[in-house]
């Protein structure tokens, strides 16, 4: 598992996040305080406080490179 600090403060970046993330076949999950959400969830993700940055770890052992390259337009 790889964790990954992300900044998602507005309605289109949520939802370009979730539109780049959905390509991958892992699973990811938002955590902010004790809360913790899937991040394929839009819903989920507008439940949190976005004016916050979001930790965000990625259950992956393959393609952990390339999901870093997308999720770099996030930070």
Known sequence: MKTVTIN???IDKVKSFVNDITKFDSDFDLVSGRYV???KSIMGIFSLDLSK???L???SESNVEDILEVLEKYK
């Open 8 to 10: 998602l403060g507005s």
């Open 37 to 39: 959400i899937d991040a």
């Open 53 to 55: 940055p979001i930790d």
């Open 57 to 59: 770890n990625i259950h």
